[in-house]
């Protein structure tokens, strides 16, 4: 199998798996945000079930280095606490939960063909634009 | 707790682990959606290959409910927010992403699994904007 092809199954994998974890459907996923109301704690389970693979997956990448196809593997170096991050994340999680919404889900659901969706989806890239060109020049 | 449904969570996230330990092992990259996806948006200095993995991926994301439904029905997609907040919070995902490095994928499952602190505090983070707002929003307003 070629490298590309398997990074096509991943995104089909990574797909059903969140189609099937419940973190596709908005109202789940505030659902599990309500932590003082009617909390539904499954999506904690995603990522239990998600780093128990990943653990295995990223200690071997560590490992070894080097892909399946002996290319170098790129993982991220970056260890240092900033303010960025913090706020940031903080900023991603209002978001998170206004909508239901984060990006992977948002872009599944986009591809079942929902209008709310497609909304999401394309103020999160002028939200990523507006990150990347305007905020990142204007802070130089 | 009606709707609880640990079971197939615990699968999902089993495969969303495994679609991860896929990607870094064959491509070298990492399964952080808002990343790949800010990606396909940078013109600068970029090959071909820049390009190529990020789209592959989006669109086995994008299929995969289609795929998905071949084998089963689709469990339900409920949104509640208005057109209005839906463009606000797509902004504040796509700008807090951004500025964070990552978002749920990225940081709470590539990066927690790989034990890095940088992540845990982002996910930290998010969680807890994420339960506030969801505070005011179910039980204040």
């Known amino acids: ?140 | 707790m009606e709707n609880f449904t640990p079971i197939q969570s615990l699968v999902g996230g089993l495969l969303i682990g495994l679609s991860a330990s896929i990607l870094i092992l064959s491509s070298g990259k990492i399964a952080g959606i808002s990343g790949i996806v800010a990606g396909l948006m940078q013109f600068k200095n970029t090959s071909k290959e820049h390009y190529i993995w990020r789209i592959l991926f989006i669109t086995g994301l994008v299929i995969s409910s289609y795929l998905y439904s071949l084998l089963m029905p689709l469990p339900a997609t409920e949104i509640s927010a208005s057109y209005s907040t839906l463009m606000i919070a797509g902004l504040l995902v796509g700008f807090g992403t951004r500025m964070g490095s990552g978002c749920t994928s990225g940081h709470g499952i590539c990066g927690l699994s790989r034990l890095s602190l940088r992540s845990l505090i982002a996910t930290m983070s998010f969680m807890l904007s994420g339960f506030i707002v969801t505070y005011v929003l179910v039980h204040v307003i």
């Not at chain 1, 797909?15 to 704690?41: A, C, H, Q, Y």
């Not at chain 1, 984060?102 to 989806?121: H, K, M, N, R, S």
């Open chain 1, 1 to 140: 199998m070629t490298k590309h092809m398997m990074t096509l199954i991943a995104g089909i994998i990574f797909g059903i798996g969140l189609i099937l974890s419940g973190m596709t459907n908005p109202s789940k996923v505030i659902g599990f945000l309500d932590i003082t109301g009617n909390w539904d704690p499954s999506l904690a389970f995603v990522m239990v079930g998600a780093i128990l693979v990943g653990f295995f997956g990223f200690r071997k990448a560590e490992q070894t280095n080097t892909t399946l196809f002996c290319e170098p593997i790129h993982l991220p170096g970056k260890t240092h606490i900033s303010k960025e991050l913090i706020i940031g994340s903080l900023l991603f999680g209002a978001g998170w939960a206004l909508a239901g919404f984060c990006p992977g889900p948002a872009i599944v659901a986009l591809g079942a063909g929902y209008q709310e969706a497609i909304t999401f989806v394309i103020a999160m890239l002028l939200g990523m634009l507006i990150h990347d060109n305007l905020y990142e020049t204007l802070k130089k």
